[in-house]
Structures are given as C-alpha cells and as structure tokens.
C-alpha cells in the first residue's frame, strides 16, 4: 500500500480517541509523528499507528503493537472504525482530501465501543507479561494470601472497583487502614490498578490467580 500521511486535522480527531484511552490506561508517554506510544509494567512499549486505505472513501484503522526488548512484538491488534458503526451500509470514516479532513456519518460513529475495546487490549498486554515466556514473572510482586483475598472482594463483592472505604470495613482487624492505602497506591503505580476510581485491572487478576 503506498504512503498516505494524514492532515494535521486527521491526526486531532485521532488525538481525541487516543487521549480518552490514555485517560484510563496509565503509562501513555505521548504521540510522536502519527504515532502514539505507552510504557507498560514489565517493560513493553505498545505503539497505536493511524492507518487506513488510500480510496475515495479512506476506511480509517487504529492499529496497534506491543513489544518487548526480550521477545520483540507479542502481540498485535487491529481497531477498524467501519467495525464500530451503528449503520452497516453507511460506516464512519474520516474524509480528508487536499489536506482537509472532518468526519463522514460520526454520528453513526460507535467511539466509546472501540475506546473500552482497546483499554481492554491493554489491560490484557499487562496479564500476558506475566507469562514466563514474555517476561519473568519476578518482575512483578507476588500476593500474600490476604491481597488475593482483596483481589476477589473487590471483583465479586465490588464489582471491580477498588474502593478502599469499603475494603477497610470488609478487611478490619486484618489490614490496617495504612497498609491497604499503601497498597492500593503502590499497585496503582505499577498498573495493577486504574487510576480513580481504583479498579481491578486483568493483571491483578491474573496475578491472584483469578484469570
């Protein structure tokens, strides 16, 4: 397929996706070129790469790889935008001709589907690591009996979410207040959980044995 640069219009109705999944996806280092990169626990770098079809009608795709320096690319995902339209016979795309872009049908445009789609893509990545063959599994803390413990209230009991005020009554007497705080930021920094509200991400879950 022969070179295709997109519009600096393009690449602003890009930015609007990817900043929304940099929102809820710790790690985003920013966009370089058309390009926009995360920093990953465990060492991977995930780059999302604008693409599409040089037609009339540019049928515009996010794709995305993650790599390691120990294995190179893992893993590999494709996030067409005419998958997430409400109207088969009319799908949302991007018309950028003499370097002018606007959207074409975006209210038929399904933005928030592929924005949850791909955080999950990433989340993912953060379990697959844990994988001896992608990445020592030493590169991530062991839970003890009692954080695998939280790992399950806060998934079955909470819905995911990682709400301290409630895991301090459920945990009394076990984890004080301090610990549990600590902890919860502790695995905050190190993706095992959103930034708030604080959920369980796949990663954790994996890490407790619960994936």
Not at 22 to 31: F, L
Not at 65 to 92: M, R
């Amino acid at each position: 397929m022969p070179l295709f640069y997109p519009s600096y219009q393009s690449l602003r109705l890009a930015d609007q996706i990817l900043e929304e999944i940099a929102a809820r996806v710790p790690g985003y280092q920013g966009r370089i070129g058309a390009c926009w990169y995360w920093r990953l626990t465990g060492g991977v770098l995930v780059t999302f790469e604008m693409g599409f079809t040089v037609t009339e009608q540019r049928w515009d795709v996010l794709r995305a790889v993650a790599v390691t320096p120990s294995v190179g690319q893992f893993s590999a995902a494709e996030f067409p935008f005419a998958a997430y339209g409400t109207l088969v016979t009319s799908p949302p795309f991007i018309h950028d001709l003499e370097g002018d872009a606007e959207w074409a049908n975006r209210l038929y445009f399904q933005m928030g589907k592929l924005i949850s789609d791909a955080v999950m893509w990433l989340e993912m990545l953060l379990a697959a690591v844990i994988d001896p063959q992608v990445h020592p599994p030493s590169a991530f803390p062991t839970l003890n009996s009692v954080e695998r413990e939280l790992v399950a209230y806060a998934v079955d009991v909470l819905q995911g979410y990682f709400t301290l005020s409630k895991l301090r009554k459920a945990f009394a007497g076990r984890l004080s207040a301090r610990t549990l705080t600590r902890l919860a930021h502790y695995w905050e920094a190190i993706g095992l959980l959103t930034e708030k509200p604080r959920r369980v991400t796949v990663a954790l879950r994996a890490l407790a044995g619960d994936w």
